[in-house]
């Protein structure tokens, strides 16, 4: 049987980018690595793979990158070390600002924007050591479950280039299933952590809210959205959260922790550890076929493991949850879009999607949004409640697999009609209601070899211990090293 690592060395496979971060970052601070070497890895690499995919843009200067990897070089030869990061290639989702390098948010109208700052936590990489090559790919405003926009054109799936690469991090799970990237930032409203996650059998990590301070326009109003952290292991995961996370008083309803790089322990003891499986959230959430059955197949593993898992559907009608997300998201999304509506000169360029979100939240009222924001409310002392009784909760990560690239979302799933342009995910929206942290793992793959995930959700911050048992089930499963993308097996 041919090893993957005979195969890679068959194919020409750096063996710098096959190094998960923690050991990589190590390897530079022992100097048995330069940061000139693993930049040169990595672009060389980029260059090999990321046309067939499309997940990295705005790339900058091959020169220009070595410079600043030969700066890193000699920070360590003095004993300065940055901090996890250093040397360390990154590129930013392009819906974050990036000072000086080419901030689109997948839009046209934003096609030629160049920052004057970073955003907080791109700030907080750089301080860590990181050099941004560019950025990874997204669809307009991040808006869908599905990279591509008129800017850049549409990122491929990993395991599938005929296929999507879910979103709306989607460009950046391509780049940590290919190697492009030791680790990967992403942002999560409705799944576009978890989603890409699962499309592309990385991890990704949706936080509490406020774990990873935003500075956005507006910094007193509670929202959907989260910053958090990709990768390829848990242990990865952990690290890149302790360079984002932590308190910064330019946002003041962060969470009160400090900022620090320290990284506890993840052993724990899991077993007798409860899970609820709320499953397909007791018929209501169609499911492409196979999505139920790998999940249910990570969850025997969890049993192996001594966890003890139990279904449960959660006494709260999902129609509620998911009809005052839909007044919360248009709220949000079209108040921060709708300058561009209203000028004639950039309405014809924002896609129908944005359209109809600025179009639904022009028609809301105050009232409208305070009782949307009233029944989240009902919903969260619902999960509360179901933390008594378990640890941890879980669903999947997507209720399809990855489908063609020319579809922009799916129509229906499992012979059900989707009556929105997101609706096709719905299974995530629970989990972004409660305002709980949720972590996308990988759980197989389908007889197609399309991947799937599971989202392992915990109380309110309780981002160690889902980190704990994500860990402990990684241990036993393994699924990204385990399956290479096929283009890394046939060397593209």
Known sequence: MTTQATTREKSGISDIVMMDALPLGKALRARQLSCVEVMTAYLDHIDRFNPQVNAIVSMR????????AATRDQQLARGEDMGPLHGMPQAIKDLAATKGLRTTQGSPIFKDTIPEADSLFVERMRNAGAIIIGKTNTPEFGLGSQTYNKVFGPTRNAYDPARTAGGSSGGAAVCLALRMLPVAD??????SLRNPAAFNNVLGFRTSYGRVPQNNDDVFLPGLSVTGPMARNVP???????????????VPLSIADPHSYATPSLDCDVKGKRIGWIGDFGGHLPMEPGVMELCRDALRTFESMGCIVEEVTPEFDPERIWSAWLVLRAFLQGTRLRAHYENPATRPLLKPEAQWEIERGMKLTAFDVMDASNVRTAWYHVVRKLFQRFDYLAMPSAQVFPFPIETHWPKTVAGKAMDTYHRWMEVVIPVTMSGCPAIGMPVGF???????????????????AVLQIANAYEQATRWPDKVLPPLLRNGG
């Open 61 to 68: 200067e091959r020169k220009d990158l070595l410079a600043e």
């Open 186 to 191: 992403g942002g999560d409203h409705a799944g």
């Open 236 to 250: 990865d995961l952990q690290m890149l959260l302790a360079v984002q996370a932590g308190y910064d008083d330019r």
């Open 446 to 464: 389908n007889a197609a070899g399309l991947p799937m995930g599971m989202q392992i959700i915990g109380p309110n911050h309780a981002e160690h």
